[in-house]
């Protein structure tokens, strides 16, 4: 099995059957049913867990998992990462990415200054944004910066079997 990719969270208990309610970091917040079995954390690693049931509530999502019958039994799962195998991911274009096969990538502009690592990804409204961090040694005493995802204007090329992304920026902005 591939690395655990997590897609949401269990959120606090919903009633006392057992129902927890859900934090989808999907696209489409129902998307995460779409992936079983589910993986979460426990003290020894990652374990399945299967989903038997889920509905909307209001602005959210609930859902029962397989042997959780009782609140209690469901409050040691609040708070805990919902993770699918990254294998359960339809494979892109080659031209397109999932976010976390960025992460980690080293960020040179077209003259060869190093930037840094990817360290996450965020979401604007315009475009997506690369949260770099910076070497240790920048010469413009940066810790991180901001870079737009904006293929052609900004990212000039993303070599994922390198793990480098090329882009078209200044060191000094």
Same mark, same amino acid.
């Given at each position: 099995?591939?690395?655990?990719?997590?897609?949401?969270?269990?959120?606090?208990?919903?009633?006392?059957?057992?129902?927890?309610?859900?934090?989808?970091?999907?696209? +489409?917040?129902?998307?995460?049913?779409?992936?079983?079995?589910?993986?979460?954390?426990?003290?020894?690693?990652?374990?399945?867990? +299967?989903?038997?049931?889920?509905?909307?509530?209001?602005?959210?999502?609930?859902?029962?998992? $397989?042997?959780?019958?009782?609140?209690?039994? $469901?409050?040691?799962?609040?708070?805990?990462?919902?993770?699918?195998?990254?294998?359960?991911?339809?494979?892109?274009?080659?031209?397109? =990415?999932?976010?976390?096969?960025?992460?980690?990538?080293?960020?040179?502009?077209?003259?060869?200054?190093?930037?840094?690592?990817?360290?996450?990804?965020?979401?604007?409204?315009?475009?997506?944004?690369?949260?770099?961090?910076?070497? $240790?040694?920048?010469? =413009?005493?940066?810790?991180?910066?901001?870079?737009?995802?904006?293929?052609?204007?900004?990212?000039?090329?993303?070599?994922? +079997?390198?793990?480098?992304?090329?882009?078209?920026?200044?060191?000094? =902005?």
């Amino acid at each position: 099995m591939s690395e655990p990719v997590v897609v949401g969270q269990l959120g606090a208990v919903y009633g006392i059957k057992g129902w927890l309610k859900v934090n989808s970091f999907t696209d +489409q917040p129902e998307g995460i049913f779409d992936y079983q079995p589910w993986l979460v954390r426990d003290g020894k690693g990652w374990r399945e867990i +299967q989903v038997t049931g889920w509905k909307r509530h209001n602005k959210g999502l609930i859902c029962k998992l $397989a042997d959780i019958d009782q609140r209690e039994e $469901a409050q040691t799962l609040t708070g805990v990462d919902i993770a699918v195998s990254a294998d359960a991911f339809p494979p892109l274009p080659e031209d397109e =990415f999932y976010w976390r096969d960025l992460i980690g990538c080293r960020v040179l502009n077209t003259k060869g200054y190093d930037f840094g690592l990817v360290e996450q990804l965020m979401e604007t409204g315009s475009n997506d944004v690369l949260v770099v961090k910076a070497n $240790a040694n920048d010469a =413009f005493g940066q810790r991180e910066r901001l870079i737009p995802f904006l293929e052609d204007q900004v990212i000039k090329s993303v070599k994922l +079997q390198d793990k480098i992304i090329e882009i078209d920026w200044d060191p000094d =902005f």
